[in-house]
C-alpha cells in the first residue's frame, strides 16, 4: 500500500506559479513511476508529469511542456510540480498517482494503482 497527500494548490493569476508536492508513505520503495494528473469540471482526466524513480526520467503532455516541471526527492518520498507561467486553462484539480509498473511515458492514468485526495489549482484572468 502507497498513501499520498498532495499540497501546495491555490488561486493565482494568469502568468504566476505554484508549486504541487506529494508525500508518499507506506511501500514506497515498491514504486517504479509517480504522476500527477489534472481533471476539469466536465473533462477527462490528463496526464501532466510523469518520473521514473530510479532513473529520473521525466515526461510531460504537451500543454505543459516548457512550463512545468516533476521532480522528486527520494529521501523524502516527495514528489513535487513546479508550475510556471500558469494559464487559466491549468485550472483543474491536480492528483498526485503513483505505479508499481508502469510505464511512465505513456501518462496513462489506468495504469496507476494509487491516488491522492486532489489539490485544486485555480488560474485566473
Known amino acids: 500500500q502507497v498513501q499520498l497527500v498532495e499540497s501546495g494548490g491555490g488561486s493565482v493569476q494568469a502568468g504566476g506559479s505554484l508549486r504541487l508536492s506529494c508525500a508518499a508513505s507506506?511501500?514506497?520503495?515498491?514504486?517504479?513511476?509517480m504522476g500527477w494528473f489534472r481533471q476539469a469540471p466536465g473533462k477527462e482526466r490528463e496526464g501532466v508529469a510523469t518520473?521514473?524513480?530510479?532513473?529520473?526520467?521525466?515526461y510531460y503532455a504537451d500543454s505543459v511542456k516548457g512550463r512545468f516541471t516533476i521532480s522528486q526527492d527520494n529521501a523524502a518520498n516527495t514528489v513535487y510540480l513546479q508550475m510556471n507561467s500558469l494559464k487559466p486553462e491549468d485550472t483543474a484539480t491536480y492528483y498526485c498517482?503513483?505505479?508499481?509498473?508502469?510505464?511512465?511515458?505513456?501518462?496513462?492514468?489506468?495504469?496507476?494503482?494509487?491516488w491522492g485526495q486532489g489539490t485544486q489549482v485555480t488560474v485566473s484572468s
Open positions: 498517482a503513483a505505479a508499481l509498473s508502469a510505464l511512465c511515458d505513456r501518462l496513462r492514468g489506468g495504469d496507476f494503482g494509487y
Open positions: 518520473i521514473y524513480t530510479t532513473t529520473g526520467n521525466r
Open positions: 507506506g511501500s514506497t520503495y515498491r514504486r517504479n513511476c
